[in-house]
């Protein structure tokens, strides 16, 4: 992720645009790249509005020493509360850090072990805005209190329960997994064509599926599996097909999911119910596939192709990748890359760039289908955690690779150029 200026106050990219701002960007903007659109600018079937917002420095946490509280190992996700207390989930120091609003450590949560309050073979860890915590292991689920206090402890079995990869809660508690892995025993009974989303309740009762995205037909069946050994996991994974459209969703204050998992320039929102209660489109085309994109996306997979082994809590985790002559494309690349939602209920579209890459520019949309602006590709990106009141939250590395969390706030708009 690009890193943000150090200056006192940058131009990044927006919060919010007002009527008058629109106005004045109108009159400066020509047609988006591509001829996408030849609707009215600042509209969604118009050209693309480029925007940038002024923002203020808040905190930097993430020290080289090694007896300060903030030397992270690594930073696997950050969350804010509605406090603006921001808090940092470090997987390989098995704990989460509690930030306040004004930089300082408020408390630490967890520790590594296998007791109560600790954490051991963690997946992720779920912040609530109250502060509450979901801790997702392999095999188990930890509910704590906002002060740390340990709640109950779920216990899943890879065999038959599973294991669940969550990565939301619902305000009841309830998960929702995209994914639900099970261990040994025959094949799974076949899914409805498309790529299911449960909601996985935390009373013992089975999950039901609350909505089934589209996915592109298959092409050939992945040889991808799991398997228990004497030292751990072994996962292995096919190379598989790159840019099919990818499944990323977040919520929304009222509940339903903003969804993206189309080729084009969709955004579905789904209720609770599992109905499509409203799109939001533009008229973007995918680009086409070409030597050159798939000449690009095959030196970034060179580069990630390794196997690996992850140990946590003694457990072993080993994953191995198919290498890069197994890599095949689908035939065009997807307009959208990812999806987030801010603390305004702001939907932030992140898109493809040219070359397959996630460097693409970023729109801002409200549920309503109002078009706010298009954040350009060399400014800030969408953060790691949105929080109230304008925070934002990066986890960045620094030039000797030590980790830290930057915390700017928006507190203004300007136009671009």
Known sequence: MPKLTRTAKTMTRPRFLSPLLLTVLLSACGETEGGAANGAAGTLDGPDVIVRAVTEEVFNVGSIAGDDWDTFGNVRSVHFDAQANLHIFDSQAHHVLVVGPDGSLVRTVGGQGEGPGEFGNVTTAIVGRDGSYTVMGFTTIDLLEPDGEFVRRITMDPFTTGMVMASLALPDGRLLANQILRLGGDEEEAEDDGRPIHIFPLDGTEPEVLYTAWELPEEGEDENNMESTSGGVRMRFAAGRAFEPRLQYDLLTDGRLALIDSIGYRVKLIGLDGAVT??????????????AIMEAERERYREREASEVVSSGGV??????????????AAELPVLYDLAVDWDDRIWLERWGPTGADDGPTDIVTPDGDYIGTLAPDGLRTPDAFGPDGLLAYIETDEMDVPTVRVVRLIGLEPSG
């Open 278 to 291: 409203g799109t939001i489109e533009r008229p973007i085309a995918p680009l086409p596939v070409d030597d």
């Open 316 to 329: 072993n985790v080993q994953v191995e990748r198919e290498g890069v002559e197994g890599r095949t494309f």
